[in-house]
């Protein structure tokens, strides 16, 4: 009798956990209504969600413009910057690779990429094709990407560049988001195929599944009428050329692309019967190979485990598995997300970065899997974005008062002008403009080009002509006898270490 009981138990706590919620037409509309007043209060300019359920597309609808001030309207075609949901691309193209017998996940990448070369001899050696897709190089999150930012530089000078930054960590000893080891995944398939990885990616994947408007660069987007372009802010901004990022971030797609990539997923590497890559590495894919700090399971986040795949972050959310990839470049901002046990899949693009993209996100992520959970994530959200601008702008309020008035240079102007060089990231000059000092940094000079304007001593502040950036100081050097050695730059900008940046001044 105790074992008929247990029988029953068992099958009621798996239907529980199956128990997957019926969404109605008027549920649905529900949603729209909600996504569309959230994207007016949060101001946002062009926005798109797209949602995949049971191999059937449920939810598909474009808010907003393209550019605010063409007011050209967003359409489920058009095109965004997807940026880091690139990297799951990559995987896959590395995975049929894989399935082809043409390197294996624990081949050294210095074997398979002639001339690959880190500061540390041993993680150089011993590098495998997996840790570069897995975030364990040793470097620290987004370190050196400011050899690629805004750069004409190619891939193989990027890679070629790094070289020269110190990694502070042991290979495999901790997680950090490195975008330069992705670029390397893409020399690589280079390497090994004698294709790029555009060609490569466009032959395998994004033709045999049908994504026909998505590419990999955004050169000449100022004239398709069909491409979201960057804002902040609200205002259009110019583009920037991703090109040298390539397998880290540089695919532009659309929701209506974005589906049948996900559609892929679901089908765990097939697509309408056309096998893409094996099952064995979707699963490769998808399984935790870098644990992350998971927070506490009883917080509204919910998350009891949370780890990098290849290619995909991983977590659980009401007792699902969930894998996800988020992505954001100045003016664009994309998240991806996959719940394979609801065969359930969405996709969110904006173009601009904002706090509605999670907030979207935890609200769609609560339509399907706790709907009883009436939280508002737009209003939380936005309030936590208000917020921090307020910090911001305490921030500086805070600096101004801690300034030290009424002091000056140690030199005459001249004595600060001349060409500075960091190993790793190249040269910078200073110059005098209309009796002012002013700093470009040669690699980025169209958008790392600021007035130098004295804050106190020997400090001076600086705004980029790059609008993504914050301000931040420049701080010169000495000698014992007085003279400029160099300069570091302070700036809270957590996508770029400027900090590491050590520019010493040219004979």
Same mark, same amino acid.
């Given at each position: ?10 099958? &009621? ?20 209504? !909600? ?37 050209? *309207? ?18 896959? &193209?590395?995975?049929?690779? /894989? ?40 470097? *620290? ?7 690629? !930012?805004?750069?004409?530089? #190619?891939?193989?000078?990027?890679? =070629? ?45 994004l033709d045999k599944i049908h994504m026909n408007e998505s590419n990999t660069t955004n050169t $000449? ?20 050329? !991703? ?51 998971? $927070?506490?399971?009883e917080t509204p986040e919910g998350t009891h485990f949370a780890a990098y795949g290849l290619g ?8 699902? @598995?969930?894998?996800?990839?988020? $992505? ?27 706090? +509605? /993209? ?6 769609? +992520? ?5 709907? %009883? ?24 309020? =805070? ?5 030290? #008035?009424?002091? =000056?240079?140690?030199?005459? #102007? *001249?004595?600060?002008?001349?060409? !500075? ?5 190249? @040269? ?7 009796? *002012?000092?002013? +700093?470009? +940094? ?20 600086? =705004? ?15 000698? %014992? ?18 900090? #590491? ?7």
């Amino acid at each position: 009798m105790k074992n008929v009981y247990l029988i029953i138990l068992s099958v &009621c706590l798996s239907l529980f956990s199956n128990f997957s919620y019926t969404q109605t037409a008027e549920d649905y509309k529900n949603l729209d209504n !909600y996504i569309e007043n959230s994207v007016d209060e949060f101001n946002m300019p062009g926005f798109a969600v797209g949602i995949i359920k049971n191999g059937e597309i449920v939810f598909e609808h474009a808010y907003g413009y393209k550019n605010t001030q063409t007011k050209s *309207e967003t359409d489920n075609n058009t095109l965004f910057g997807i940026a880091s949901c690139s990297k799951a691309f990559t995987a896959a &193209c590395i995975s049929i690779l /894989v399935d082809e017998g043409k390197i294996n996940w624990e081949d050294k990448v210095v074997d398979l990429l002639p001339g690959f070369k880190l500061s540390d001899p041993y993680i150089t050696a011993n590098l495998t094709v997996e840790d570069l897709l897995a975030h364990r190089s040793g470097f *620290e999150t987004f370190d050196g990407d400011l050899i690629w !930012y805004g750069t004409k530089r #190619k891939p193989e000078e990027v890679i =070629k560049r790094l070289q020269y930054r110190e990694i502070p960590f042991g290979l495999r000893e901790k997680f950090g988001y490195s975008n330069l080891m992705f670029i390397t995944s893409g020399e690589l398939i280079k390497s090994v195929t004698g294709k790029s990885w555009p060609e490569f990616l466009k032959e395998n994947i994004l033709d045999k599944i049908h994504m026909n408007e998505s590419n990999t660069t955004n050169t $000449g987007f100022e004239n398709n009428p069909n491409a979201a372009w960057p804002h902040i802010e609200g205002q259009p901004m110019d583009f920037i050329n !991703y090109d040298n990022i390539s397998s880290a971030g540089a695919i532009n797609s659309s929701t209506a692309d974005m589906l049948k990539w996900l559609k892929l997923i679901l089908g765990k590497g097939i697509y309408e019967n056309d096998t893409i890559f094996s099952k064995l590495n979707y699963y490769k894919m998808v399984s935790a190979k870098t644990p992350l700090n998971a $927070g506490r399971g009883e917080t509204p986040e919910g998350t009891h485990f949370a780890a990098y795949g290849l290619g995909w972050f991983l977590k659980d959310y009401q007792g699902r @598995k969930i894998i996800y990839h988020g $992505g954001g470049l100045p003016g664009f901002h994309s998240k991806v997300v996959v719940v394979p046990e609801d065969s359930l899949a969405y996709v969110i693009l904006a173009n601009q970065l904002s706090a +509605l /993209v999670p907030a979207i996100d935890r609200k769609v +992520l609560d339509f399907y899997l706790n709907n %009883s959970d009436t939280t508002d994530w737009a209003k939380l959200y936005l309030a936590a974005e208000q917020r921090q601008k307020v910090r911001l702008d305490e921030k500086w309020e =805070k600096l101004d008062e801690e300034r030290v #008035k009424k002091t =000056k240079p140690s030199l005459e #102007k *001249e004595a600060y002008t001349g060409e !500075y060089e960091d190993k790793m990231y190249g @040269k910078a000059k200073i110059i005098i403009v209309d009796k *002012e000092l002013f +700093l470009t +940094l040669e690699p980025t000079a169209e958008l790392l080009n600021s007035k130098l304007e004295h804050w106190h001593y020997d400090t001076f502040k600086i =705004k980029f002509a790059d609008p993504f950036l914050p301000a931040g100081f420049v701080t010169f050097s000495f000698n %014992s006898k007085g003279d400029i050695t160099g300069f570091k730059i302070d700036m809270d900008a957590p996508d770029f270490h400027f900090k #590491k940046l050590d520019f010493k001044k040219l004979n």
